[in-house]
């Protein structure tokens, strides 16, 4: 079933669809736990990843007042990133303010990392309902953070998304892709999906190169060249 689709890693069609509605279900830890069932946790978050084909340390650095919702766009500034021999499931927003021990707040490497990129509908809407949810969405606050004030974790992204693809039994696939830069499948898979997307939409090589915060167009090049008619006509179904 759709081969020529996943042998690129991409989640497009049908496997697009079943991967927003299962990130889309509502979590609840009083829940008996079943991924058949229940929501996830930082499911959202996966959202926002494959709908802006962000990494995920640029998306764990975002602030409120990075997110612009009447021009529907998305300020990409920032990188968090653990610092070495530091846990990988805690950190503090305490310790991202003043880049000491567990994580750091860092500027990107690149003058192409900076950017400012289009929000979707559905991320739009994904985002506002979370800062509905929120009690304190003062600017100063990062989004991605847990009930008790701390930062999320890319460890806990990539858990969340390794859950997800495993549920829709595609885990071993994407485990198989040589994942580049990122060196994780997780925020790999998602990025190659935003921009697989793009490519199936026509809009031109440089311009999702910049979406991505890449300085060449030359991944997503590579992209283009490995579409095939059969991938056209899932993405179209």
Excluded at 69 to 82: G, M, Q, V
Excluded at 145 to 163: D, E, N, P, W, Y
Excluded at 181 to 203: F, M, P, Q, V
Aim: proline share 3%; hydrophobic share 35%.
């Amino acid at each position: 079933k759709e081969q020529a689709e996943r042998e690129v890693g991409a989640l497009i069609g049908e496997d697009y669809r079943s991967f927003i509605t299962i990130c889309q279900r509502k979590y609840d830890p009083r829940a008996p736990y079943s991924e058949e069932e229940s929501g996830y946790k930082w499911g959202w978050s996966l959202i926002v990843l494959i709908e802006t084909g962000m990494r995920i340390s640029e998306a764990l650095a975002l602030k409120w007042e990075d997110i612009d919702f009447e021009e529907n766009t998305i300020l990409i500034n920032k990188n968090i990133s653990r610092l070495p021999n530091a846990p990988e499931s805690f950190a503090t927003i305490q310790n991202v303010k003043t880049s000491q021990r567990e994580i750091k707040l860092t500027t990107p490497k690149t003058k192409s990392s900076i950017r400012k990129i289009s929000m979707s509908s559905l991320c739009k809407e994904t985002l506002l309902n979370k800062k509905d949810e929120l009690m304190d969405t003062s600017a100063k606050n990062f989004i991605f953070r847990t009930s008790t004030g701390g930062v999320v974790t890319a460890h806990q992204v990539r858990r969340t998304i390794m859950k997800v693809l495993y549920l829709m039994k595609l885990y071993i696939q994407f485990n198989e892709i040589d994942v580049g830069e990122e060196n994780t499948i997780g925020s790999h898979a998602l990025r190659h999906s935003y921009a697989t997307r793009r490519c199936l939409e026509g809009t031109p090589t440089l311009v999702i190169a910049s979406e991505l915060g890449h300085a060449d167009a030359s991944m997503v090049e590579r992209i283009y060249a490995n579409i095939t008619s059969e991938m056209r006509r899932i993405f179209m179904s």
